[in-house]
């Protein structure tokens, strides 16, 4: 009896550190791509090739459209180079990370910074939703949800 009680106890303890694990990855993992969300390279790692994704402008597409978005003129190779500042970084406050076994849920604000501030272009803020699925021991998303948050 004890020690199916030990054995059950560690199965758990077990459980809930590989949560905790994954919950730090696909933390970190939404970091690093804000904050390198002008590049391709970004976009690529972190979207599923299935992904559906519904903008807060209420248009629906997937990451071949996203891809498309970067294909090579001489702008986005300046900008890819780091020659060029993006018009606009991004940054993740509140985020709430919940992982069910291969599937994870992520609720986060998005937060939009002009980075010339001779354009004098507000702070913009969204409410997210991403959905991730582990395949291959990878994470990435599959779908994503954008609302814009109206100024207060």
Do not use: C
């Amino acid at each position: 009896m004890i020690k199916t009680l030990v054995a059950s106890l560690a199965l758990v303890l077990v459980a809930q550190s590989a949560a905790a694990s994954d919950v730090e990855e696909i933390t970190s993992m939404l970091h690093h791509f804000l904050a390198h969300s002008s590049t391709e390279a970004a976009h690529q790692r972190f979207w599923a090739d299935d992904l559906v994704y519904s903008s807060s402008a209420g248009l629906r597409f997937g990451k071949a459209e996203i891809l498309a978005g970067y294909e090579a003129s001489d702008e986005d190779e300046a900008a890819a180079s780091g020659d060029e500042e993006p018009p606009m970084v991004y940054s993740g406050e509140e985020v709430d990370v919940r992982v069910y076994d291969d599937m994870a849920v992520v609720a986060f604000k998005l937060v939009g910074t002009p980075t010339n501030e001779a354009t004098e272009a507000d702070v913009l803020y969204y409410y997210n939703t991403g959905t991730f699925l582990k395949r291959d021991g990878i994470w990435q998303v599959v779908a994503w949800q954008a609302t814009k948050i109206p100024p207060q």
